[in-house]
């Protein structure tokens, strides 16, 4: 059975079995709606905040946590757009629109992969990180100001279980691992372009640290958060495979007594 297939039609079990299924893709189907409003809604109220960084070079774009909000908005997006895409076409029999259906998910697929994941996690773990050790190198207790603690972790917290989430309830293919790893390393590098950019303009760096530390821990910084980045892409890699994995032998496990 193709991918496309399996997003278009629920698995053939007899009674209970295919209902639950059916429910289950109904519930996936609504919390990605959910999902994908919770952050139309941070982003439109982080974007009505007056914050001075937000006036100058760059505005919202140059830090990481906005884009990570954009990454995660379109993503959903996307997932909700598959979904719709999913149910008009059953039962359809449009080779053509099976294929477009087909293309979708990949795109679908490969969002999460290099960017959704890796890009995610990546900003969760890195602020609460240097948050513990001392809030005023990443958020500074004046934006407490602007910023509520809801809105704070909206952006800096819910992204982690919203895409374990997403990861948990439906399989994802991964792109062949060269093309991932260049993928997420040529994001990863262009946004460090685009920081050093915003320094070589304004004079100030876009994270507060960063102010604090000399030219080369700057570089070995820029180069480790490189590598983190290409960690978290096969740190994703194998998680989707080890969950997929587990839940095909689970089901292997209960066909056996029937087939028996």
């Not at 050790?133 to 809105?151: A, C, H, S, T, V």
């Not at 997403?166 to 997420?184: D, K």
């Not at 740190?235 to 689970?250: A, C, F, K, P, S």
Request: proline share 4%.
């Amino acid at each position: 059975m193709t991918k496309v297939t399996k997003e278009m039609t629920t698995c053939r079990l007899p009674g209970r079995g295919r209902q639950w299924r059916a429910s289950a893709n109904r519930a996936q189907q609504v919390l990605r709606v959910a999902i994908l409003l919770s952050y139309c809604s941070i982003l439109c109220n982080y974007k009505a905040i007056e914050m001075p960084s937000h006036q100058t070079y760059g505005g919202s774009w140059k830090f990481l946590t906005f884009i990570d909000l954009v990454i995660q908005a379109v993503f959903f997006g996307i997932c909700v757009l598959t979904d719709l895409s999913s149910l008009l076409t059953r039962g359809s029999g449009n080779q053509e629109q099976e294929r477009q259906l087909k293309k979708l998910i990949s795109l679908r697929d490969w969002m999460l992969a290099v960017l959704a994941f890796p890009v995610g996690v990546f900003v969760v773990a890195v602020f609460w990180i240097i948050y513990a050790y001392d809030r005023e190198m990443i958020y500074p207790k004046l934006l407490d100001n602007f910023i509520p603690g809801w809105l704070n972790h909206g952006m800096h917290t819910t992204v982690l279980p919203f895409i374990l989430i997403e990861m948990r309830t439906s399989h994802h293919q991964y792109p062949s691992r060269s093309s991932g790893l260049t993928a997420i390393c040529t994001f990863s590098v262009g946004y460090i372009l685009w920081v050093c950019w915003v320094h070589h303009v304004t004079g100030m760096w876009v994270y507060p640290f960063l102010e604090h530390i000399g030219p080369g821990a700057r570089i070995i910084f820029f180069g480790s958060t490189t590598i983190l980045m290409n960690f978290l892409y096969l740190l994703g890699e194998v998680l989707n495979n080890y969950i997929w994995d587990t839940q095909r032998r689970m089901e292997e496990e209960k066909e056996k007594p029937k087939l028996e």
